[in-house]
């Protein structure tokens, strides 16, 4: 599932290609069709991203949300762009470019109670300027929880995902088992200042990067896959070279090596 650096860039990106512009709208598959009647023809004033959720703000007109899920893609085309290739929710046509979208776990479209409300759901975005970590310092020293499923919680902080979560915690030396409540405060603000600097790095880069320039030894748009981090589905610690430790945690597998991110008693 893309993780929120992803959801920022598609926001820029769309922001930059069609905001100002009065758009069609159809939808090949079907599903989609009747929302997309009651768009088609508006003019897009803006995109924008909380966490992992897409926004559409038309002029005059209800939000178009988003959630891509697990298999949800975007594909956008020069005009005129070709058929529609598998089953696109929906197509919106620019002056110049178009957009498809198949697959996505959620596209519907928003009044401003509904829209209100989904965004009171979901917890702080470290990429908005709107974002409040006092607010998330609260919920951690109320909370019980281990930080590595914390951290996946989206109605705490909005936009981590399973990559962010290990290499965050491997590069603060915390153990996943960690109760947030036993985090001190300085260990947060580094916490949530480290993760605000590698979600931008990935909307900047257009993918997941955690290691620093100086440690990969070349600019950081030319590192492979397998060079952009540290230790997420790795087998061996790249600092201490012991065996990477994976477990279920928050109902996805964790990466961690229990030598640099010890569990105090």
Sequence with gaps: MPEGHTIHRLAKDHQKWFAGQKMGAISPQGRFSKEARRISGLRLNSTSAHGKHLFYHWEDGPTMHIHLGLYGKFRVHQNPAPEPRGAVRVRMIGSERTFDLNGPNCCELLTPDRMESLLNRLGQDPLRSDASPEIVWDRF????????????????????????????????????????????????????????ALLKTGVKYNRIITVERERAGKPLSRLNSRERLHIYKRSHCPVCNQRIRTWELGNRKMYACEKCQKLSN
């Design 141 to 196: 020293t109320r909370s019980r929880s281990c930080i590595g499923t914390l951290l996946l919680n989206q109605s705490v902080i909005a936009g981590i995902g399973n990559v962010y979560r290990a290499e965050i915690l491997f590069l603060l030396g915390i153990h996943p088992e960690t109760p947030a409540n036993t985090i001190d405060r300085q260990t947060f603000d580094q916490l949530w200042d480290l993760t605000s």
